[in-house]
């Protein structure tokens, strides 16, 4: 992810289980977040139409219910260049989770996703929505690995209504070397991909078996290989 500044004010969540932060509007960055226990968004929960959150670390936190360290509701905002690791959720999302609703197009950018876990869908990252609200998620430049999901998606999984959801475009993107732990019949390791056509994934390495959408078709650039990922000491 490479851009990250290496300074960060930490901010540790005490006492009560609650959101670190509920970002409304405005930009977080250069922090980290640790120790937080919401609902929805163990650390950061967004709900503002022009928030971002930038070189952010986000580890060790959890959500009862989906997004163990971040959750974005209904909203245009922008994630980029965060480290998102270690971190839980109950159903859904260990590491993000996004609900499209309304128009929004959130963008997930420049991210590294890892050893996240969440006990039902989508390990590193669930985007979920009600059929063809009209927005679009986008996911570019990111790194989603070694996150594990229980029932399935143990990488992304875009856990959608049977006949639409969110529009979801992947593009330059790694989801490799993910989990599931208790896999049903043709669960899905690193991208669920529900059952939308409308999603689309291009210039990105990932397994074959899993790069083309349900009633869509082959992306350009696809890579199946071992990405080789090396110690960050080396």
């Known amino acids: 992810t490479g851009r990250l ?6 901010l540790a969540a005490t006492g009560t289980a609650h959101n670190i932060i509920a970002l409304t509007s405005g930009t977080v960055e250069n922090v980290s977040l640790t120790g937080g226990s919401g609902t929805n968004g163990g650390a ?15 580890y060790s936190n959890t959500a009862s219910i989906n997004g163990g360290a971040i959750y974005i509701s209904s909203t245009d905002a922008l994630v980029e260049n965060c480290y998102v690791y270690s971190n839980s959720a109950t159903e859904c999302g260990g590491g993000v989770a996004v ?9 997930i950018r420049n991210c590294l996703i ?3 876990a969440a006990a039902q869908y989508g390990g590193g990252l669930c985007i979920y929505g009600p059929t063809d609200p009209g927005g679009a998620v986008q996911v570019s ?3 989603v690995t070694k996150n594990v999901a229980a029932s399935d998606g143990g990488g ?8 639409g959801g969110p529009d979801c475009d992947v593009r330059n993107t790694i989801s490799y070397f993910n989990h599931v732990t208790t896999p049903a019949a043709g669960a899905k390791t ?19 078996a899993e790069s083309v959408p349900p009633g869509g078709s082959a992306g350009a650039g696809i890579l199946d290989a071992n990405p080789a990922f090396q110690a960050a000491a080396n």
């Open 141 to 143: 430049e990111c790194t």
């Open 44 to 58: 950061v929960l967004i709900t503002g139409p022009e928030a971002t959150l930038r070189n952010c670390r986000l």
């Open 156 to 163: 992304i999984a875009f856990r959608l209504p049977a006949g």
């Open 190 to 208: 690193n991208i669920l991909w529900g059952t939308a056509s409308s999603s689309t994934l291009n210039f990105s390495l990932t397994t074959t």
């Open 114 to 116: 890892w050893t996240n």
């Open 99 to 107: 609900y499209s609703l309304n128009l929004a197009s959130p963008i």
């Open 5 to 10: 500044t290496p300074k960060y004010q930490i």
